[in-house]
């Protein structure tokens, strides 16, 4: 469907830079289906949470080289 709509130029250009895209419509879609999408990652991230688990390092241990990993 198509609709007029006056947007803030300099917002959707950090927008598009921050999300890759190369178009004003790709820019709004992607915006649109990150917010969609929004509830369903808190939900995971809520189920993650709540697995009784030690999460202290993980990322940090996802970010190391697995050569740096063999040596410890």
């Not at 189920?47 to 241990?61: F, K, M």
Request: proline share 1%; charged share 45%.
């Amino acid at each position: 469907m198509k609709t007029v709509i006056d947007l803030d130029d300099e917002l959707l250009e950090r927008a598009r830079r921050e999300l890759g895209t190369k178009s004003k419509k790709d820019t709004i879609h992607a915006a649109l289906r990150l917010v969609a999408e929004r509830g369903e990652r808190m939900e995971a991230i809520r189920e993650l949470l709540s697995i009784d688990r030690d999460w202290t390092g993980i990322v940090d241990d996802d970010k190391m080289p697995d050569s740096e990993k063999n040596a410890a």
